[in-house]
């Protein structure tokens, strides 16, 4: 395990529609992982900024609590495994900080988005993904860069 740390962003409250909020991290360490898969794989770029993805999709219940941290300094390990299914490539992150934010906004520690992606499920509901963005030339609107 290794240990990081990111920045965290609340994007501004949109009124009506699902919330999303990030722990933007070192491109270099997506650069890194990325420059591992190997060059047949033609993975398309990344579409955003390396991140991992805390909130998406969703509304979080105790909107009182968005933007109480907005900027603070988070740490977390991951695994330097590369995983893949059959779109991503991702790293398993863990984080404390991070799942306590979720429950201080109303949710559920685990979520759709806080899995692995592709539908793998044998990974600990403990785990938040960084999803790599490395997709094999397939859209989806699930896809979180990474991160």
């Known amino acids: 395990m290794f240990i990081s740390s990111g920045t965290l962003l609340y994007l501004?409250?949109?009124?009506g529609s699902s919330q999303k909020l990030?722990?933007?991290i070192d491109q270099g360490l997506s650069d890194y992982y990325r420059a591992l898969c190997?060059?047949?794989?033609?993975l398309n770029p990344q579409r955003y900024p390396a991140h991992i993805s805390?909130?998406?999709n969703e509304v979080p219940p105790l909107r009182e609590n968005w933007n109480k941290h907005q900027g603070k300094l988070i740490e977390f390990s991951y695994d330097p495994f590369v995983y893949n299914g059959t779109?991503?490539?991702?790293?398993?992150?863990?984080?404390?900080q991070l799942e306590e934010l979720r429950l201080e906004l109303g949710l559920e520690v685990s979520?759709?988005?806080?899995?692995?992606?592709d539908g793998i499920s044998n990974v600990s509901t403990r785990q938040l993904e960084i999803i790599r963005?490395?997709?094999k030339n397939v859209s989806s609107p699930l896809t979180s860069q990474l991160s």
């Not at 501004?12 to 009124?15: A, I, K, L, R």
């Not at 979520?111 to 992606?117: D, G, V």
């Open 22 to 24: 990030i722990l933007q």
């Open 54 to 56: 805390i909130v998406r």
């Open 38 to 42: 190997p060059s047949y794989l033609r």
């Open 87 to 96: 779109i991503y490539y991702w790293l398993n992150v863990f984080s404390t």
């Open 133 to 135: 963005g490395c997709n």
């Open 12 to 15: 501004p409250w949109q009124e």
């Open 111 to 117: 979520s759709i988005y806080t899995k692995p992606p």
